[in-house]
T-cell receptor, first 112, second 115 residues
Framework: DAKTTQPNSMESNEEEPVHLPCNHS???????IHWYRQLPSQGPEYVIHGLTSNVNNRMASLAIAEDRKSSTLILHRATLRDAAVYYC?????????????FGRGTQLTVWP | GAGVSQSPSNKVTEKGKDVELRCDPI?????LYWYRQSLGQGLEFLIYFQGNSAPDKSGLPSDRFSAERTGGSVSTLTIQRTQQEDSAVYLC?????????????FGEGSRLTVL
């Protein structure tokens, strides 16, 4: 799987929007963009995924650049519970199984 | 249960002893994964099962590590002659193969401490 690049850490205040960036310049045309997050002392949990169009769900929104070389996970109103490590991952749509490569992710700190 | 279950949640062992870590995946999930996470680090892939077979075991760090899966369900990760560098949280995840999201559901992990 192609690799991604994320900032090591970001900070936000509670109830403010958060934009978490991810660069994936070597993305292939068949790669989905997945986001997971890991709360303290827990296993990672799925957040959202997309291919080309922007996506929304109850947890977050995913904005994908037109050239697909970058994407942004958007938390519309950060809460203290959103403090976690966020992982941006690419996965070949033709390969729904097999390993996911988790990098170091972005540590999000949310201040009250 | 509704989620992925791992046991034990915590294991302290002495260097040189063998340990077994167990994973009960979500019922019906054919794919099962083992990862490990050292303190302050990202997730390191260990092995992936599809049913009872392991198409990708390339992440196992040494021949002291082995894993098996029986009945397409429970999996056991075995570490022989444990070393201090084996200390980590071992995470298990499962996934069903009928979705194109390939969403992984993780357990809460087994924390291994080797003294």
């Amino acid at each position: 799987d192609a690799k991604t690049t994320q900032p090591n850490s970001m900070e936000s205040n509670e109830e403010e929007p958060v934009h978490l960036p991810c660069n994936h310049s070597t993305i292939s045309g068949t790669d989905y963009i997945h986001w997971y997050r890991q709360l303290p002392s827990q296993g990672p949990e799925y957040v959202i995924h997309g291919l080309t169009s922007n996506v929304n769900n109850r947890m977050a929104s995913l904005a994908i650049a037109e050239d697909r070389k970058s994407s942004t996970l958007i938390l519309h109103r950060a809460t203290l519970r959103d403090a976690a490590v966020y992982y941006c991952i690419l996965r070949d749509r033709g390969s729904t199984l097999g390993r996911l490569y988790f990098g170091r992710g972005t540590q999000l700190t949310v201040w009250p | 249960g509704a989620g992925v279950s791992q046991s034990p949640s915590n294991k302290v062992t002495e260097k040189g002893k063998d340990v077994e870590l167990r994973c009960d995946p979500i019922s019906g999930h054919t794919a099962l994964y083992w990862y490990r996470q050292s303190l302050g680090q990202g997730l390191e892939f260990l092995i992936y099962f599809q049913g009872n077979s392991a198409p990708d075991k390339s992440g196992l760090p040494s021949d002291r590590f082995s894993a098996e899966r029986t009945g397409g369900s429970v999996s056991t990760l075995t570490i022989q002659r444990t070393q201090q560098e084996d200390s980590a949280v071992y995470l298990c995840a499962s996934s069903e193969d009928r979705t194109n999201t390939g969403e992984l559901f993780f357990g809460e992990g087994s924390r291994l401490t080797v003294l």
